[in-house]
């Protein structure tokens, strides 16, 4: 009795990973088919907004099968799965003014930008402005605690980007991808619940644009000249 029941259990035991493997690919199954659908209505719609690109790039329908295909694992890979997303890149395409078919990774981007003003921030191009704004009337203002921010998530975002702007020399480009990046992070910190911390003074954090070698190389250049002023002193002094 004991060794059935002992059997029964290894059985079961052993069972155990590939049940949760097959409902692990069904649940995968499931958000594919999700996504396939949302695809469907997507494609839809653009050719509504881009009309050209059906007589186009869209001609064939093994093309098109083959875009849809690109766009589904580029979804799921971005985890756009849901319809307000959609909603949201919908937006920005017909805001566009663009006459071409928008890439996956472009049409990803507008679904993500309006994730933020959900959770109270700026978009790319706003949070941008914001820095500029900050770097000319900052001078206004006897700290940048009391810069008149909108939100302590402003404060943090906008300081951090001027910051590093001036530390690295950052072109607009350049700029404009660090304002990305730190909307996507603000906006994970927000989403997990986390407080952002109000207004309060900051340590300037001091940036070395060079790798270990070049900066190894550049204090061996400084130690030289400092010898060589040295020498030059003790020569003057014996003049």
Known sequence: MNNSFSATNNRDSSARPYVAGCASRAAERGVHKAVEQLVDVLFSNL???????????????????????????????????????????????????????????????????????????????????????????????????????????????????????????????ELRVKCRGELREMAARIQSGELIPPPRPQVEKLYVPASTERALVYIGHLKTLLKAKGAKHKGDHLI
Not at 90 to 107: I, N, Q, T
Not at 159 to 171: F, V
């Open 47 to 173: 050719r509504q907004l881009f009309p050209a690109s059906v007589s186009t790039a869209l001609k064939d329908p093994c093309d098109e099968a083959a875009a849809k295909r690109q766009w589904i694992a580029a979804f799921v890979e971005n985890g756009i799965t849901s319809k307000q997303q959609l909603s949201a890149g919908m937006k920005r395409a017909r805001a566009s003014g663009s006459p071409f078919w928008p890439s996956p990774g472009e049409f990803i981007q507008w679904c993500k930008q309006d994730d933020y003003s959900a959770v109270g921030l700026p978009d790319e191009d706003k949070l941008y402005d914001m820095v500029m704004k900050y770097c000319a009337r900052r001078g206004l203002y006897e700290t940048p605690e009391k810069y008149p921010w909108k939100t302590n998530a402003d404060y943090w975002m906008v300081t951090g980007l001027y910051s590093t702007m001036r530390a690295q020399g950052l072109t607009e480009q």
